[in-house]
């Protein structure tokens, strides 16, 4: 661990989207998870005790017990960054403090998403948004929000091609995994030999939030692309990793070989040192039969970056539509990593300031 650590904060640690962020922050070379923050059924055990992923828990934060904290304890005890994994509906208010005690907030909820100062965030896509924090008051700390996780998959993998497409309109439809509902999730006599063609709120977020990522940035306010989005949204049962079926009704008639090259050689945080960043961000199926969830959710590479990738597959280029599928690990590039991400963009661009950095494990 580097002597110039940015003591952090995981909120919502006991969950399943917050044990991701100790996967990933445990050994994280700038960011130093010292407090795991935890609401009434997880406060005073600790993180192997309420451990539910595969693999087994960092040995670094195995033993730390979870416990309930406030802004103002945080504050307190020096914290600079929060990673929220706090429920949509109760994170608002304790991010929004959070930040006016000067501490930087990365969120999965989806409260502040719409907010038109907070960058809701995927940094291959629109790391420009990053400004609308530039001019915050002094004092305050940076507010970045993740997008909803099927909202994410879909928009990594328009990006490369968006321009070149001029898109009237995308129609996408999810196959969405267990995970994506929490914990303890969706009861398995609803799921199993069964899809549930609805989930709450999910195909207005990915219509909204996409439009939002997508937009350009003009005169310090996100102006939303103008292409329509029209979202299907079902409940599959499997495990993890959200696929998506996407048609784009294109304006524009490139090749095949041109759209192809443009997701291969997508790859615009190459030269940043970030170290979450997959490289390349968008892996490229050549069979007929992928991506699946059970076989490409941890693509990504280098090791760190596992999960961070989408798999795109199944390219079909019959003018005026391009239909593919897209496959990005709901919990890790839709949620946790994403943030995480988020946060080394956010210091590699000076948002986190220098100050107080300089702690020790």
Known sequence: MRDDSIPSAILGAGGYVGQHFARLLADHPR??????????????????????????????????????????????????????ALPSGTAGPIE?????????????????????????????????????????PSGRGALIANPNCSATGLVLALAPITRLLAPRAVHVTTYQSLSGAGYPGVPSLNIVDNVVPFIREEEEKIELESSRILGGLRAGRV????????????????????????????TLRPSSTAVERAFREFDPLRALPLPTSPHPPIVLRAEKDRPQPIR??????????????????????????????????????????GSVLNAELALAGGLLGEGGSRSRR
């Open 223 to 250: 102006r939303p692309i103008r292409t329509r989005f029209l979202a299907h949204c079902a409940r599959v049962a499997t495990r993890e990793g959200h696929l998506e079926a996407v048609t784009i009704d294109a």
């Open 296 to 337: 490409d959710r941890w693509a990504g590479t280098p090791a760190r970056a596992r999960g961070m990738a989408a798999v795109v597959g199944r390219i079909r280029w019959t003018p005026p539509y391009l239909r593919f599928f897209v496959l990005s690990h709901n919990a890790v590039r839709g949620a946790a990593g």
């Open 31 to 84: 960011f130093l998870p010292r407090v795991l923050g935890a609401g009434e059924r997880t406060a005073g055990q600790r993180l192997k005790d309420v451990w539910q992923l595969e693999e087994a828990p960092p040995v670094d934060l195995a033993s730390v017990r979870l416990r309930r904290v406030s802004p103002a304890s945080l504050a307190r005890a020096g914290i600079r960054v929060a990673f929220s």
């Open 96 to 136: 929004t403090e959070l930040v006016r005690r000067g501490i930087a907030v990365f969120t999965n909820a989806a409260d502040h998403r719409m907010d038109p100062d907070v960058p809701l965030l995927v940094p291959e896509v629109n790391p420009e948004h990053l400004a609308l924090q530039a001019r915050r």
